[in-house]
């Protein structure tokens, strides 16, 4: 069974950066398409950004322009790299596959705190 550890988060001002990880053991990253989620207090998590095991990459209209999923195959982790943040990026970070029928147990998710 795959297990996933997100790390990275943290408090930054407006318009910083911030690097996600997602450590997966039990599996290879490299076979399977990733996802990061987002869920902020009092909302439902929502997908941000994709990347399939082939490369492609998609994103949610919000983080468009802004953050880049990645992959590393070597390192059987996945990465989203988070440029000119908002406060509106604040949320609780997780990541998973794409697919609701595929998902692996959740992590702990990674928190990221935008605040001037």
């Known amino acids: 069974q795959v297990q996933l550890v997100e790390s990275g988060g943290g408090v930054v001002q407006p318009g910083g950066s911030l690097r996600l990880s997602c450590a997966a053991s039990g599996g290879s990253v490299s076979i399977y398409a990733w996802a990061w989620y987002r869920q902020a207090p009092g909302t439902e998590r929502e997908l941000v950004a994709t990347i399939t095991s082939g490369g492609a990459t998609d994103y949610a209209d919000p983080v468009k322009g802004r953050f880049t999923i990645s992959g590393d195959n070597a390192k059987n982790t996945v990465y989203l790299q988070m440029d000119s943040l908002k406060p509106e990026d604040t949320a609780v970070y997780y990541c998973?596959?794409?697919?609701?029928?595929?998902?692996?147990?959740w992590g702990q998710g990674t928190q990221v705190t935008v605040s001037p």
């Open positions: 998973n596959t794409p697919l609701q029928s595929s998902w692996f147990p």
